[in-house]
């Protein structure tokens, strides 16, 4: 029988790629999305144009519990991804509240639903590197302690807690995964691999001349989007549930991101990025690096994109699409007599 997943945040960065994945696997993909993607679908759901006539929309908000219960009473569903969000940590500073109610009470309508209407729906909550912030060790592990130090890291570790909870009261089939940052052409234009690509490719047209940044220094284990959706497939295939990093294990500076970035076009780095305090962080989290071992041993996953592999795929993505852009602006204008 054809199995049936729900993916919450659909349009986001993972949920396509997500999406993707199921399809290929001969799912039937339902989406939650919000009401407004509805309004405009080739404009707001953009990063799933190309499936719109293969899965199936439906409008809800995480902070509407009866729009939830709603959706998950339509459909036996077999699993669910839980990957809607307010996913910027610097947003969390600005609004916690907001990010708070979204991301924690967005989960536990969520569990609550399912717990209520679909108790054999397998469930995966996408937690976060974030949850070890201030870090304890180097590298992070599935029994490093958590320090979180946003709003939005908070919230991860609590819709964490949320979907234990769930596992060990209700028996239920709830996993953790704990993914540290992975990127893509289709990540978010705010966060700083997207900033740094898209900027690149800009300044090598001539339609920038600066890249402002925050912090240099700060560390991460970048992966790519596409490697770490398949883990969140293999989790939800496993006899028992359980929690697991998923990490390549390598950390780079975000100088070492942007050296590779305009290295990309031939171009120097220290000629263009300018330091600009607005995009530093009250408390930054700064030496992530993932142990994934247990997801190597037990999952059978590894990433298959190196770091390189990264970078040049979102500089080259990005060159392409502003090319495009470019030209088609300059036909356009051509043409207006
Ligand atoms: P993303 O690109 O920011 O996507 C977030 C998704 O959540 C979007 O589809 C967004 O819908 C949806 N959403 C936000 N608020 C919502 C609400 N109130 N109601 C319904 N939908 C809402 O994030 P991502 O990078 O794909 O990440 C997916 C998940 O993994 C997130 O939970 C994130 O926190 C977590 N995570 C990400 C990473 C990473 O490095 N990417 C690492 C660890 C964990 P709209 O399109 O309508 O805004
Ligand atoms: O920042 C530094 C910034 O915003 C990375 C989310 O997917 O991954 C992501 O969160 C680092 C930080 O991602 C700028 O201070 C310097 O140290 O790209 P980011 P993030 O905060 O790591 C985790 C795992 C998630 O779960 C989240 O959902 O880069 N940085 N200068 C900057 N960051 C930004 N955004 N902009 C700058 O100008």
Redesign the pocket.
């Known amino acids: 029988m054809t199995k049936k997943a729900l993916i919450?945040?659909?349009?986001?960065?993972?949920?396509s790629y997500l999406a993707e994945e199921l399809l290929q696997r001969g799912y039937e993909v339902h989406g939650?999305?919000?009401r407004?993607?509805l309004e405009a679908p080739q404009r707001?759901t953009e990063r799933i144009a190309h499936l719109l006539d293969k899965v199936i929309l439906h409008p809800?908000?995480?902070?509407s519990y009866p729009s939830i219960f709603h959706i998950v009473s339509r459909y036996d569903f077999d699993e669910c991804y839980h990957?809607?969000?307010?996913?910027?940590v610097a947003e969390s500073f600005a609004d916690g509240f907001s990010t708070m109610n979204?991301n924690i009470n967005?989960t536990h309508y969520m569990l609550a639903a399912f717990r209520e209407l679909r108790p054999q729906c397998r469930f995966y909550f996408?937690?976060?590197?974030e949850m070890f912030g201030k870090v304890r060790e180097v590298p992070q592990s599935e029994s490093t302690p958590f320090h979180p130090r946003s709003p939005y890291g908070i919230s991860?570790v609590a819709g964490f807690d949320l979907t234990r909870n769930y596992r060990e009261a209700y028996d239920m089939f709830c996993v953790n995964g704990i993914?540290?940052?992975?990127?893509g052409p289709r990540?978010?234009f705010e966060f700083v691999t997207r900033k740094i690509s898209h900027t690149v490719a800009r300044i090598k047209l001539g339609l920038a001349s600066k890249l402002r940044l925050g912090n240099l220094e700060a560390q991460r284990d970048w992966g790519h989007?596409q490697d770490y959706v398949q883990a969140m497939y293999l989790m939800l295939q496993q006899p028992e549930p359980d929690d697991y990093v998923i990490a390549t294990g390598e950390s780079h500076s975000v100088g070492e991101f942007c050296d590779r970035a305009f290295a990309e076009l031939n171009l120097d780095y220290r000629k263009y990025v300018v330091i600009d305090e607005r995009f530093r962080r009250p408390a930054e989290v700064d030496q992530l690096v993932g142990d994934s071992t247990k997801a190597r041993k037990v999952l059978g996953w590894r990433p298959k994109y190196t770091f390189d592999e990264l970078v040049r795929e979102m500089v080259q993505s990005d060159l392409e699409a502003l090319s495009r852009a470019e030209g088609r602006e300059i036909s356009r204008l051509g043409s207006v007599p």
Request: positive net charge; glycine residues 16%.
């Open positions: 919450t945040g659909i349009t986001g960065q993972d949920g939650l999305v919000r407004v993607a707001r809800a908000s995480l902070e990957l809607a969000a307010q996913s910027f979204t967005g996408a937690g976060s590197s991860k993914l540290f940052n992975h990127e990540r978010g989007a």
